[in-house]
Every structure is written in structure tokens, then in C-alpha cells.
């Protein structure tokens, strides 16, 4: 093995033990597209996108918008595209919102007859015991949690010491 290939397996190691380490993942909402009025002929792209997507405990949401604004509601002033009293109003075109605990968080647009128009969004934040079936429980689908690898610390720590104790061979014998 050559150095050069020797330091980018290293290099790899540690900058997957940082992605490891991060316990929190950022949804963009809506995606590429952001949080903008849906086409009339696809309302419901924004529930669409929620359901696919495990929101967690301490993950945060990003809205990303051009002269919109994006408020937190109650149900019910969800339902009817109420906006007169949100508990929670960002119109900087840039909004990270932390999902602090479990349960539904009702969002919609603030600016008047975007929320109407299908620019709201139901996001459903897991509780813990949901994402972690306790060993021998039955088994849930670990669904389609982007970027996260089904490791354990102690797991990661035994596998890396592998890879960290060949390389030292390489490098030393
Ligand atoms: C909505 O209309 C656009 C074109 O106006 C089309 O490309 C798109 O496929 C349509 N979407 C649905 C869900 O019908
Ligand atoms: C909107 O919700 C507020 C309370 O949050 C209520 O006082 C008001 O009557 C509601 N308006 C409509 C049109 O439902």
C-alpha cells in the first residue's frame, strides 16, 4: 500500500468517526425546492416530503424562502390556515427550527393565501422509545434515516481499532 492511499484511509476513518458523531440531522424542507407555494396541481407536496423523511428529537429544520414567512401553529389554526397567532414567526428567508420534542409540529406560511394554497407542512417528531426498539423487541424497519449507519459506539470503537492496528502494521513492520 502506498502512503498516499495509507493517509487517505486515515483520513477517511477520522471524517467518518465526525459523521458518526453528529446525533442530529438537518432536513431542508421541501428539499431542493424550499418553502414556496405548491403548483395548484400538487398541493401536497410538502406532507408528501414529511412523510418520508423520521424526524427525531434534536433534529432541526431549515426553511429557505424569497419574500414568504413561515409560522408555528396549533392544529386547529392549522386546519383553518389561521395565522393571527402563531407561537413562533420567522420571515428571514432563512429559518432553522429545532424540534425540541416529540409529537406533531403544524407549520404554515404567514403570508396571506399561501398557507390556503397548500404552503403548510405537518412534521410528526418521533418519540425515542419509537426509534429505539429495545434488544429483542420486535424489530421496526430502521426506515430511510439518511446518512446514519446502524453502529453502536462500542461496535465503531472495536471496528476502528481493527482498521487502525492493520494500518499500523503496514505502516511499522
Ligand atoms: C403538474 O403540472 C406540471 C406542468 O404544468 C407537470 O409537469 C407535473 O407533472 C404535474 N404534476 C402532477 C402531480 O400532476
Ligand atoms: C384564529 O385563532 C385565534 C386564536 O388562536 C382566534 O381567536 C380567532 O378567532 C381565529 N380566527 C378565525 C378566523 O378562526
Redesign the pocket.
Known amino acids: 500500500m502506498t502512503t498516499t492511499k495509507l493517509l487517505l484511509l486515515i483520513f477517511t476513518i477520522f471524517s467518518s468517526l465526525h459523521y458518526f458523531s453528529v446525533s442530529s440531522f438537518e432536513y431542508q424542507v421541501g428539499g431542493n425546492k424550499g418553502w414556496v407555494v405548491p403548483p395548484a396541481n400538487d398541493t401536497r407536496i410538502y406532507n408528501y416530503w414529511a412523510s418520508e423523511n423520521r424526524f427525531q428529537v434534536g433534529d432541526t429544520v431549515r426553511f429557505r424562502y424569497k419574500k414568504d414567512s413561515v409560522m408555528e401553529v ?1 392544529e ?2 392549522y386546519k ?1 390556515c ?1 395565522s ?2 402563531p407561537s413562533f414567526f420567522s420571515n428571514t428567508g432563512n429559518t432553522v427550527y429545532k424540534l425540541d420534542h416529540s409529537g406533531p409540529f403544524y407549520f404554515v406560511s404567514g403570508v396571506s393565501g399561501h398557507c390556503e394554497k397548500g404552503q403548510k407542512i405537518i412534521i410528526k417528531v418521533m418519540a425515542p422509545e419509537e426509534d429505539y426498539p429495545l434488544h429483542g423487541g420486535g424489530k421496526k424497519s430502521a426506515g430511510s434515516r439518511p446518512a446514519v449507519l446502524p453502529l453502536g459506539g462500542s461496535e465503531l470503537a472495536a471496528c476502528l481499532q481493527l482498521v487502525l492496528s492493520y494500518v499500523a502494521s503496514r505502516v511499522f513492520y
Open positions: 396549533t386547529e389554526e383553518k389561521n393571527s397567532h
